[in-house]
């Protein structure tokens, strides 16, 4: 199986974070107003150009909001990981191929992958500095490691990753520990609802 892990909110304990590079960037730009954790839950698609948007930040400001927002990332300590999230990707290696897919900038979470020791576990990481959206994302990591859609997951903490996943024809996971509230999650139908990282392993 091939399976596409987002990262903040699935992997990293991260919202605090992101809420708070995300106003530094928007403080700095004067555009719009401040993010709160609110906004990363309500968000229809869970990006920095559409909390850009989201925040009333101009559209032709939008590019230098998340540019900003990317060399933030660069500079954040590793986030904290979910508890027992590690040896659950640890075990699901062994046997299956994991890639992430993140909105977030890919050097930036592959060196944070590195240094929580998951950088071996991980086939690839495919950021949204690539400036694809996500299901074109996992078709790409479809033809990096040669899975077609009836193997391939897409697990994520937003309605986003879900509707992205359907919009890639993969089947879907959502888990309720991240971003946005199990509720949203469910009202999208993902093919699997996870509520703690060990509900990962009933998946294969």
Known sequence: MLLNFDYDGVIAD?????????AQAQGELGLGRSPTAADFAQLENLT????????GIPVSAIDTYVQRVFQLQHALPPQPLFAGIVPILHHL??????VVITSSQGTAVTAALAHQ??????????????????????????????????????????????????????????????????????????????????????LL
């Not at 919202?15 to 995300?22: F, G, N, P």
């Not at 920095?48 to 925040?55: K, N, S, T, V, W």
Request: proline content about 3%.
């Open 117 to 202: 020791r998951l950088g071996t576990v991980m086939t690839a990481v495919l950021g949204g500095n690539l400036g694809l959206t996500k299901a074109d994302r996992i078709v790409q990591a479809q033809m990096l490691t040669g899975f077609d859609s009836q193997d391939t997951y897409m697990i994520g903490d937003a309605v986003s990753d879900v509707r992205q996943g359907k919009a890639a024809g993969v089947k879907t996971a959502a888990v309720t520990w991240g971003f946005q509230s199990r509720q949203r999650l469910i009202a999208e139908q993902p093919d699997w609802i996870c509520d703690r990282p060990q509900d990962l392993l009933a």
């Open 93 to 98: 290696a062994q046997d299956h191929t994991l």
């Open 14 to 22: 991260s919202l605090t974070a992101l809420v708070a590079i995300a």
């Open 48 to 55: 920095f150009p559409d909390l850009a948007q989201h925040l």
